[in-house]
């Protein structure tokens, strides 16, 4: 079984500053993915970003990056220069390879406020 | 590539009515997910297929919920009947196969309200 706990319901940033979402997961899986996903008001899913349980090298895409403990189960999200647009509900989500290939188990979610 | 596509958006019904919801993968995805979304429970995984093979159904509520997928390219989520209590917003996503591809491409939701 797959558990994924966001400590933080929201959180609040102004504009321009940086901000750190918490993840913390639990898996039997050696093998297994991690994703953050994003939900604006229009309520689309998307993919903000990825990391293999296998590497070690932490995953950035341009502005936002992880923060990924695997001996602490901990992946958590910054933002770095945050803008109005990152307003959004933020999931964390594990997906385990082997033989729950496919499931993908999802946090609570943490609602992100970005303040002019 | 046109994402997953889900019909209707939106469905109001009353209760005891059949709600059928409709999701188009992604040509070349061979996994399909069915989730559900609300306040209380969040996002839950209800059904997912792979090659239109139902792998994990221990998601589904209850016998008045029923998932298929005849061909690679279709599948639907019905409830009968329906309940105010199956109010929420149903998201299909696909998936394809090992690589560097194992996120999920989530469709725009179908927002249900059941009256």
């Known amino acids: 079984a797959q558990t994924v706990t966001q400590s933080q319901p929201e959180m609040s940033v102004q504009e321009a500053e940086t901000v750190t979402l918490s993840c913390t997961y639990d898996?039997?899986?050696?093998?297994?993915?991690l994703f953050w996903y994003k939900q604006p008001p229009s309520r689309q899913m998307i993919l903000v970003i990825r990391q293999e349980a296998y590497k070690q090298q932490n995953a950035t895409e341009n502005r936002f990056s992880v923060n990924f403990q695997k001996a602490a189960k901990s992946f958590s999200l910054k933002i770095s220069d945050s803008q109005l647009g990152d307003t959004a509900m933020y999931f964390c989500a594990v997906r385990a390879g082997g033989t729950s290939y496919g499931k993908l188990t999802f946090g609570q979610g943490t609602i992100l406020t970005v303040h002019p | 590539d046109a994402g997953v596509i889900q019909s209707p958006r939106h469905e109001v019904t009353e209760m005891g009515q059949e709600v059928t919801l409709r999701c188009k993968p992604i040509s070349g995805h061979d996994y399909l997910f069915w989730y559900r979304q609300t306040m209380m429970r969040g996002l839950e995984l209800l059904i997912y297929f792979n090659n239109n093979v139902p792998i994990d159904d221990s998601g589904m509520p209850e016998d008045r919920f029923s998932a298929k997928m005849p061909n690679a390219s279709f599948s639907t989520l019905k409830i009968q009947p329906s309940e105010p209590r199956d109010s929420a917003v149903y998201f299909c996503?696909?998936?394809?196969?090992?690589?560097?591809?194992?996120?999920?491409?989530f469709g725009p939701g179908t927002r249900l309200t059941v009256t």
């Open positions: 996503a696909s998936s394809p196969t090992g690589g560097r591809n194992y996120e999920q491409y």
């Open positions: 898996t039997s899986e050696n093998n297994y993915y």
